[in-house]
């Protein structure tokens, strides 16, 4: 068991939806050791079997652990780690502790309550986008509002401080993010939700997210704050990035656009599907553990003390379902890990399905005939934060 | 009973991903009072078990299990 050799960390794409070049010949045979540019060393594990080891295994912890450029030029992150309400940051019980309530609040039959309010907000900024007419820009006409709509209704958050979520998000997503600008939005994010809190406290509400956090739990104002804005960092970048990538893999395979459009009912098992395939030609290095002990992953020692990244690549596993480099729309759901795996598996999961799932399904149903309007290889992509996805997606109908 | 099965949630590591109410609808919920995954059926019928073990499969937490 000889340590692999440490070799840099790529970014460069040949084509803006396939994975980074060179990345997948770099982790083919199991664990290996790779630097990032701001001087972080971990191994880099990329099999199914060993990812979903690494996420659900409690000797890996995930303390100042998140993505390895989720960090200041200094190599610290840039939230910081005894942060109260870091739910990304603690393991075992006081990470329950917080994630329990949350995850009430994002129950699937919750979720399910809120389809029609989806559909029709989805169905407003479609008609926007209709009598506007072609070109558009499906990103800032859908992808974008979408998703961040959403998140605010749901924590009970007025949607005019809009920019200010997108603000922060960069910030607490950003590549080699700066420390002072995100507190300063933080900042100025909680001096606008501190407000929201003592109200919902006060009527003692539990009918939105903040009213649940302040009446339905033992948090603390400091830690409910914080949750708050990592919730709406989070339900800004995530899901628009994914459905305008579902939307371009789907222009660039029209066979199997073609299976949506004969079937739009199978918006479900589809967007599964899209998930699994999207994340993992993603490929490149996600979330990242620190080992607390020796562990043995795919016939690698981890020393205690080691990082270690999880590779988006584990979803074009065979492990995971027969050709599964392949886009298949018509295969059942499999056991992906676009959401990752583990106690800290996506909490949004379940309203990021309901967001695809509608958004999708609505807008190839409106406008059958949607195409780019450029080529999709010629758009431009944002690559500043460990969220990637397209800028800007201008089709025609 | 021969061949009878025995669905199992362990809550004390549930998470309340709801992944078990995906993949077999019929057989799991979330409890209103907590989000924590119930099941409804634990000893469901054999049309149900792929379903279920899928349920096993996808749970993030690991903490749904099949006894055949």
């Known amino acids: 068991m000889t340590e692999a050799a440490v070799c840099p960390v790529m970014h460069e794409r040949d084509h803006p939806l396939q994975p980074p070049v060179g990345f997948a010949e770099a982790v083919s045979d199991g664990p290996v050791k790779m630097l990032w540019p701001n001087g972080v060393e971990a191994w880099v594990v990329s099999s199914y079997a060993g990812v979903r080891q690494v996420l659900s295994d409690p000797r890996f912890s995930t303390r100042k652990g998140g993505h390895p450029e989720m960090r200041t030029d200094e190599g610290e992150p840039v939230v910081d780690a005894d942060q109260p309400g870091n739910i990304n940051g603690i393991d075992g019980e006081a990470h329950m502790r917080l994630r329990r309530p949350l995850a009430r609040g994002f129950m699937v039959k919750r979720m399910n309550e809120l389809r029609p309010r989806i559909q029709q907000i989805v169905d407003e900024h479609l008609d926007v986008m209709e009598a506007k007419g072609a070109p558009a820009d499906l990103v800032g006409s859908l992808c974008l509002p979408l998703p961040s709509l959403v998140i605010a209704e749901l924590l009970g958050v007025p949607p005019e401080h809009q920019e200010l979520f997108q603000a922060t998000a960069r910030e607490m997503f950003g590549k080699n993010g700066s420390k002072d600008e995100y507190i300063a939005h933080a900042t100025k994010l909680g001096e606008v939700l501190s407000p929201i809190v003592a109200e919902k406290k006060a009527a003692g509400t539990n009918d939105d997210m903040i009213g649940l956090m302040a009446n339905d739990t033992d948090f603390s104002m400091q830690e409910l704050i914080f949750l708050c804005i990592g919730l709406l960092a989070a339900g800004h970048e995530t899901t628009s990035n994914f459905l305008g990538l579902f939307t371009l893999h789907l222009f660039e395979q029209p066979d199997q656009l073609e299976i949506l459009r004969r079937d739009p009912s199978r918006a479900d098992v589809i967007v599964e599907e899209l998930m699994r395939y999207t994340v993992g030609q993603l490929g490149g290095v996600g979330i990242t553990r620190r080992a607390t002990e020796d562990v043995e992953v795919d016939g690698v020692l981890i020393k205690a003390g080691d990082w270690v990244s999880v590779s988006l690549l584990a979803n074009l596993d065979e492990e995971l379902c027969p050709r599964a480099e392949e886009l298949d729309l018509e295969r059942d759901a499999v056991s992906h890990l676009g959401f990752g795996f583990g106690p800290h598996q996506c909490l949004g999961a379940n309203l990021a399905r309901a967001e695809l799932q509608i958004g999708l399904r609505s807008l190839f149903t409106r406008f059958p005939n949607l195409r780019p309007a450029v080529q999709v290889t010629e758009m431009s992509y944002r690559n500043d934060m460990i969220t990637y996805g397209a800028a800007a997606i201008p089709v025609v109908w | ?68």
């Open chain 2, 1 to 68: 009973m021969p061949g009878s099965v025995t669905v199992r949630i362990d809550q004390t590591g549930c998470i309340g991903s709801g992944q078990c109410v995906l993949a077999a609808p019929d057989v799991f919920d979330q409890s209103d009072d907590d989000g924590l995954g119930i099941v409804l059926i634990p000893e469901p019928s054999a049309d149900l078990l792929p379903g279920v073990r899928d349920a096993v499969e996808r749970c993030p937490a690991q903490v749904v299990s099949l006894e055949e």
